[in-house]
């Protein structure tokens, strides 16, 4: 049975200084969670859309950040080495619904040798009370692309993370409708790009089409390669521009679309693009596992 394209679930930014990057987000009209911890040594605040949403992470306790070993991706190792390089969009994360079969998969692919990932923590609700969510991560590596990694998330108790409340945006955005990738030479990267999202690529190999409407788009670069940006669904650019105008953030507008460069937003262009307000699935419900398949990692 093949399975249809994977729905972006969420994108990592990795930054310097969590807090000032989450002060930058709420000026540009997002709702910006609550601080998380890892037990691997990161910290991340989250932006929430309907299926989707947008993970802003630093590095807090570099001891506690194992290394990578055979057969184990550290996220924390990676997060750690690429922030020596630059801030920016690092890692790209679809939808799973059996992330030990996605693992298995992807080694029959030939796109990662990597066991399955678990973990589990606390969360915050808007009222301040406290949720339980655990994750299983199935990691791929285009070896070619040393700063871009790319996994499936199984989430085990979507009930417990996805809420409607976190998802009242000022800028009314609605999801992630889109991210880029600029590489050298796109056919190179076409096989690992089709296994990883389950989609073709278009005819002229620059866009995957995802689920729920989302885009993997890929762009000619000549120097380093890696994710450059991504695109934000909102009911309304003009309210957006407002925003980003009262909140001195600067930005260009284009036909159809509004974008904050990638030099005054941690390194990662952010364009904001019209789409339907109520943009996805409900995802409050769901019959997946409700453990971890894989033994929990520190």
Do not use: K
């Amino acid at each position: 049975m093949t399975r249809p394209p994977r729905r972006i679930d969420h994108l990592v930014l990795a930054v310097h200084d969590l807090e000032y990057a989450a002060d930058f987000y709420t000026r540009m009209g997002f709702q910006v969670g609550a601080r998380n911890r890892h037990p691997w040594g990161t910290e991340n605040r989250l932006i929430q859309f309907r299926s989707s949403f947008l993970e802003l992470i630093s590095v807090a306790d570099a001891g506690q950040i194992p290394p990578h070993a055979h057969g184990f991706f550290s996220f924390g190792a990676f997060v750690e080495d690429y922030l020596t390089r630059r801030e920016g969009l690092a890692m790209l994360a679809l939808d799973s619904f059996d992330a030990a079969a996605d693992a298995a998969q992807f080694a029959r692919e030939g796109i990662a040798e990597f066991q399955p990932f678990s973990f589990e923590r606390t969360g915050r609700q808007p009222d301040g009370t406290q949720t339980h969510v655990a994750f299983s991560l199935a990691f791929a590596r285009d070896d070619r692309l040393l700063d871009a990694v790319f996994f499936a998330c199984q989430q085990h108790y979507p009930e417990a993370f996805w809420n409607p409340l976190l998802q009242r945006h000022p800028n009314r955005a609605s999801s992630t409708a889109a991210v880029t990738l600029d590489v050298e030479s796109p056919e190179d990267h076409a096989r690992f790009l089709r296994a990883f999202t389950g989609a073709p690529p278009s005819e002229d190999g620059r866009h995957y089409r995802l689920g729920n409407g989302g885009q993997l788009a890929v762009q000619t670069r000549s120097v380093a390669s890696g994710f450059t940006g991504f695109s934000i669904g909102v009911a309304d650019l003009d309210l957006v521009a407002q925003r980003l105008t009262a909140e001195h953030v600067p930005f260009q507008t284009h036909p159809g679309r509004l974008s904050i460069e990638a030099d005054h937003c941690f390194g990662t262009r952010v364009d904001f693009t019209t789409v339907a307000e109520h943009y996805g699935p409900d995802l409050t419900a769901s019959t997946r596992p409700s453990r971890p398949n894989a033994r929990e990692r520190p």
